[in-house]
């Protein structure tokens, strides 16, 4: 059985800058009450329409779809349009339907992104269902309000707090400390969404669209407070006064207002004391009317510093991850340009944030060369990143002429020393292919050169036979040498979950054990208090993306015997890449360091964390593509075994520098969705003591799991006030 929760708070009264007694705020709140039946249109100033906020619904609309799907959010919100229609007498379709993209692109999209983007459907699908309600969509996710965002999320989940003053000020003193947002906004009555989710399972689904939702359609607890801050226009909900409502005077007139998302979560969040909380979420939207001052970041022309990825091929579409700078504004539009060529316009653009965008650009048939990156906002002002993006040429496509070596036994890994033919790129990957069996992808691959690509391959269990050797350039040309790989040995192996940690392959005198993972975790310093074991990746590297800086990863081996004084011949590390924040055309180095203290498996943070010895060997990732990455351990692993050191596990550390090239790189975890296989140990030994005395490896006991009370469906959401 699941459990739900549900908590509204709606502040009552208004406070105006430089009117800081509460007497003056009732005074205001009077002056509210009065004005609702005054008229909804003013006209400010020569001919200029003041845009109405839409009016509030008559009773709740609850959620009523799956929470799985792109599916599922499209049918809840347009059920809830559907039902505003009926019970605000509207004709029925008037509001139209939520159309999103499909549930890849959405998958992969960033929480800012959703939540501009619903929010924003939710604005303009109310443009004319009333005399003066025009409609008008936010302008941005502004970078300095949604860090304002994320540092009062974090605030709340690290200190398993809820509430609009959890740090002691209210929304709009967070707003005023600011040093760049205080001196650039002006009064707004509005300043701050709140939302919680806690469940019994491992995870809160749609934490982003179900807040939008509960917000619009599910409020009338907080006397619609939320809704009218996710829909406030010029002039406030029924209220004739400008003041209330956005100014609209900064940029293009046909948006208004910068906002912000900020989102934590932790298994520890459980600031009601309800026990059963496996996982607790807490989501905040602050928003601003900004001004210019000829100094605030949105004043003047935008900026274009960086393009990711800044290379692709002229076959095709590249999705442009992450265009940074700054200034940008809803609106905007971006294109490529190259002296003696036509501009190619971006398409499908996002802006993500003032500093954000997404988009597409159509290369095919495009010249060869460098080209200009260049954003311009409605404004007509433009920034020009020079020589910012390569396009790349291609041939008639990639050819495989041989591999070295040819052959190798289903018993473990093999190194290919060359895979020669022609037309190699970087990016490329490389599998082994034979029908009615499993891909075997190559890993640790490197195109030395356009005619020359090495790799390995984990023949471990494949079936015995020959093999087609194909490789795949990153524009989907590809090229195969049938039948041109031998895998020698018996047949196929029982998986190695089942076996754990039963011998694999016994040698002549040697015997194989793999040992699986038993503590996976990392470690954050962007939130260092917070503890994630039931993380389904464990990052290494610095994250831009979520603002959470410099992550680390630690793993430990589950026990096994092995007697005292064997000698390992061979130990490798097995980790599967899932996850890369921001993708990129490039590699990075990942090193591996022996844990020198003992830590708790059960609790670790970045402010816990154990310190680490010696490195103990490296391995490089690509980052635009997940795959498996092997490690050679054996001098560790030995140690470990004739008891040279204790084994407190490995730490993986990544590039942690902040500058451009930062990314941050997620292996899979026992927690992983099925197919991304979790870290294991393979260890081959030979010999040990006659006594059979064993060595433990493996100093920890079974690691945290995701424990699901009941059947796992329970949610639990908490709006808490607007403001």
């Known amino acids: 059985m699941g459990y739900w929760i549900l908590l509204a708070i709606v502040r009552r009264f208004v406070m105006r800058p430089n009117q800081p007694d509460r007497a003056t705020g009732n005074k205001r709140f009077r002056r509210l009450l009065i004005l609702i039946a005054a008229p909804i249109l003013l006209l400010a100033g020569a001919g200029q329409v003041l845009a109405d906020s839409p009016p509030n619904l008559t009773a709740d609309i609850p959620w009523n ?7 599922d959010v499209e049918a809840a919100f347009n059920h809830g349009r559907r039902q505003e229609e009926a019970q605000l007498s509207l004709g029925t379709g008037s509001l139209g339907n939520l159309d999103l993209p499909s549930q890849a692109v959405w998958d992969a999209t960033s929480d800012d992104s959703k939540a501009l983007t619903i929010m924003n459907a939710e604005r303009t699908a109310r443009a004319g269902m009333k005399a003066g309600v025009i409609g008008l969509p936010f302008t941005a996710v502004q970078t300095d309000v949604d860090s304002l965002a994320q540092y009062y999320a974090n605030y709340l989940v690290t200190n398993n707090k809820t509430g609009h003053e959890a740090d002691g000020r209210t929304p709009f003193r967070r707003i005023d400390d600011d040093p760049v947002l205080g001196p650039c906004h002006e009064f707004l009555h509005r300043a701050e969404n709140l939302a919680y989710f806690w469940t019994s399972s491992s995870s809160n689904p749609l934490y982003i669209e179900r807040s939008i939702y509960n917000w619009v359609y599910d409020d009338a607890s907080s006397a619609w407070g939320h809704r009218e801050a996710v829909l406030l226009q010029d002039n406030a909900l029924g209220i004739s006064d400008p003041d209330y409502g956005f100014n609209n005077n900064v940029g293009d007139s046909g948006s208004e207002g910068f906002v912000g998302i900020g989102v934590a979560q932790s298994p520890d969040y459980d600031p009601q004391g309800l026990g059963w909380v496996n ?11 900004p001004i210019s001052t000829g100094t605030c970041p949105w004043d003047g022309s935008p900026t274009v510093t960086s393009i990711t990825p800044n290379t692709g091929a002229n076959t095709g579409v590249v999705h442009i ?13 971006a294109k490529l340009q190259k002296s003696g060529q036509p501009d190619i316009p971006a398409t499908n653009v996002q802006v993500v944030t003032t500093a954000k965008i997404e988009c597409n650009f159509d290369l095919t048939g495009a010249a060869a060369g460098t080209w200009d990156v260049v954003v311009t906002n409605l404004d007509t002002k433009s920034g020009k990143l020079t020589n910012g993006f390569t396009v790349t040429g291609t041939g008639p496509g990639p050819t495989v002429t041989s591999i070295t070596p040819n052959t190798g036994p289903n018993t473990g890994p093999i190194q290919i020393t060359n ?23 190559a890993t640790n691959l490197q195109v030395v050169s356009a005619s020359k690509i090495t790799c390995a391959f984990d023949l471990t269990g494949a079936a015995p036979g020959t093999w087609d050797v194909v490789v795949i350039n990153r524009d989907d040309a590809s090229a195969t040498l049938p039948n041109g790989f031998r895998i020698t040995g018996p047949g196929p192996v029982m998986p190695y979950s089942a076996l754990l940690p039963a011998i694999l392959q016994p040698q002549a005198g040697e015997t194989t054990v793999r040992l699986g993972v038993t503590v996976d975790t990392t470690v954050l310093h962007g939130t260092p208090n917070l503890f994630y074991g039931t993380a389904k990746s464990m990052w290494t590297g610095y994250d831009i993306c979520w603002d959470y800086g410099t992550s680390r990863s630690l793993i430990a081996f589950s026990p096994a015997s092995i007697p005292k004084e064997s000698t390992v011949t061979k130990a490798t590390v097995h980790v599967y890449l899932n996850h890369i924040c921001p993708v990129s055309d490039s590699t990075r180095t990942i090193t591996a360091y022996r844990i020198q203290d003992n830590w708790d498996p059960n609790a670790v943070t970045w402010n816990t ?9 490296q391995f490089v990732v690509s980052t635009n593509r997940r795959a498996s990455y092997t490690l050679d ?4 692993m030995q140690g470990w075994v004739s008891g040279t050191f204790t084994n407190y596990g490995l730490m993986f550390r990544g590039p942690e520098s902040s500058g451009g090239t930062a990314v941050a790189i997620g292996f899979a975890t026992r927690q992983s969705d099925t197919g991304e296989q979790p870290a294991y140990v393979e260890v081959t030994y030979r010999g040990g003591a006659a006594s059979g005395e064993a060595v433990e490896l493996g100093s920890f006991g079974p690691g945290p799991e995701a424990a699901a009370l009941g059947d796992g469906s329970g949610t639990g959401f908490l709006p808490v006030g607007a403001r």
């Open 65 to 71: 779809a799956g929470t799985s799907s792109v599916a």
């Open 279 to 289: 996982m607790g979420t807490a989501v905040v939207l602050n928003m601003i009317d």
């Open 321 to 333: 991850t992450s265009l940074a700078g700054n200034n940008f504004q809803a609106g905007t539009t």
């Open 419 to 441: 895979l020669a033919g022609s037309g190699f790129q970087d990016g490329a990957s490389v599998r082994l292919s034979m029908q009615g069996k499993t891909d075997i992808w």
């Open 609 to 617: 964390q154990p310190g680490h010895a010696e490195s103990h060997g």
């Open 633 to 636: 351990v054996t001098s560790l």
